[in-house]
């Protein structure tokens, strides 16, 4: 499938995920949602090797033999995003009622794990790790999406999550330093326009004092 201009930065499939309502590499005045459409959630997820090509290919030409299939998808994914955010935001937190419901959320999908689980090797020598549910072809879409936020809960990463210093982003990702020091989503672009920010205070102090 094409490429799409999409920016992963999280080091987190699940983080990426949430990411995805601000997705573009291209940072403007506006967000553009990654998902505005069920089109454009396939690229995502085949963009972020959740999905191999083949089967990208066939979860699109079945969205047009199902509209109302892939459209119900497209709302569940958008929700689960919401719910996985606000389990990002709160970091380590001890858990609360929302804590709760995004455990739910999760469960609830994980529930859905009855399938065949491979890995595929890519034409540029890469692996993707697919999963196909046994009954609705949409069911398990989110499957990876799900196993990748499970895996930071059972191995304690949410005190590792961070929100982008810039207090316009909304980005999330998880710090992999070894002190923990990691501040901006992008140095290309947050970190960049904090440091000339920085550095316009300080012409301005500069040019004060003489």
Same mark, same amino acid.
């Given at each position: 499938?094409?490429?799409?201009?999409?920016?992963? /930065?999280?080091e987190r499939l699940?983080?990426?995920?949430?990411?995805?309502?601000?997705a573009t590499r291209h940072r403007g005045a506006e967000r553009v949602d990654a998902f505005h459409s069920f089109d454009s959630f396939i690229r995502w997820m085949s963009a972020v090797r959740a999905l191999d090509d083949d089967r990208a290919t066939a979860m &699109? %030409?079945?969205?047009?033999? $199902?509209? #109302?299939?892939?459209?119900? #998808? &497209?709302?569940?994914? %958008?929700? /689960?995003? +919401?719910?996985?955010?606000v389990l990002a935001e709160r970091g380590g937190a001890p858990p609360d009622r929302?804590? $709760?419901?995004? /455990?739910?959320?999760? +469960? !609830? /999908?994980?529930?859905?794990?009855?399938?065949? %689980?491979?890995?595929?090797?890519?034409?540029d020598g890469s692996f993707t790790r697919?999963?196909?549910?046994?009954?609705?072809?949409f069911a398990g879409l989110l499957i990876p999406i799900i196993e990748s936020a499970a895996d930071a809960l059972v191995s304690g990463?949410?005190?590792?999550?961070?929100?982008?210093?810039?207090?316009?982003?909304? %980005? &999330?990702?998880?710090?992999?330093? !070894? +002190?923990?020091? !990691?501040?901006?989503?992008?140095?290309a672009t947050c970190g960049n326009r904090a440091k000339a920010a920085r550095h316009r205070r300080k012409e301005k102090l500069t040019t004060g004092t003489t």
């Open positions: 499938m094409p490429d799409e201009p999409f920016v992963f /930065i999280a699940w983080l990426d995920f949430v990411n995805s309502d601000d &699109l %030409r079945r969205a047009q033999q $199902q509209p #109302t299939g892939a459209s119900a #998808t &497209l709302h569940e994914a %958008r929700r /689960i995003r +919401n719910t996985l955010r929302a804590a $709760q419901t995004a /455990i739910g959320e999760i +469960n !609830r /999908i994980l529930g859905r794990s009855a399938g065949s %689980r491979s890995i595929e090797p890519g034409p697919s999963f196909v549910t046994v009954g609705d072809v990463e949410l005190v590792r999550v961070r929100r982008c210093a810039d207090p316009r982003c909304r %980005r &999330l990702f998880f710090d992999s330093t !070894r +002190n923990g020091t !990691r501040r901006w989503c992008e140095m």
